[in-house]
């Protein structure tokens, strides 16, 4: 099993920035860390959850439309862990932000094969 937790969420300004982290701990038929992909779903109050970044094992990144340009994730193996950056934040992009992790799959998928508890951001105008 692979276990997830989350931290770096809080309560932000309009136009401010936090940084996300996931820790990963754990592992799964010999699987290391730095095999996985690692994804950043959000949902917010009454909506469905949705994706927001995603970073494959090799480092390649994917952004959903509404954070691309203002969100950036990465990966540290060494420390298993995965950051979401966050830069000019809006009130829209409040929600609780979980991470996850699969193996194969699109990286957009809700089906990933572990998620964290999740972690509140709010953004107030």
């Known amino acids: 099993q692979v276990q997830l937790v989350e931290s770096g969420g809080g309560l932000v300004q309009a136009g401010g920035s936090l940084r996300l982290s996931c820790a990963a701990s754990g592992r799964a038929s010999g699987r290391t860390f730095s095999s996985y992909a690692m994804g950043w779903f959000r949902q917010a109050s009454g909506k469905e959850r949705e994706f927001v970044a995603a970073?494959?094992?090799?480092?390649?990144?994917y952004y959903a439309g509404s954070v691309k340009g203002r969100f950036t994730i990465s990966r540290d193996n060494a420390k298993n862990t995965v950051y979401l950056q966050m830069n000019s934040l809006k009130p829209e992009d409040t929600a609780v932000y979980y991470c996850?992790?699969?193996?194969?799959?699109?990286?957009?998928?809700?089906?990933?094969?572990?998620w964290g508890q999740g972690t509140q951001v709010t953004v107030s105008s």
């Open positions: 996850a992790a699969r193996v194969f799959g699109r990286l957009d998928g809700l089906d990933y094969d572990y």
């Open positions: 970073v494959r094992s090799g480092g390649t990144t």
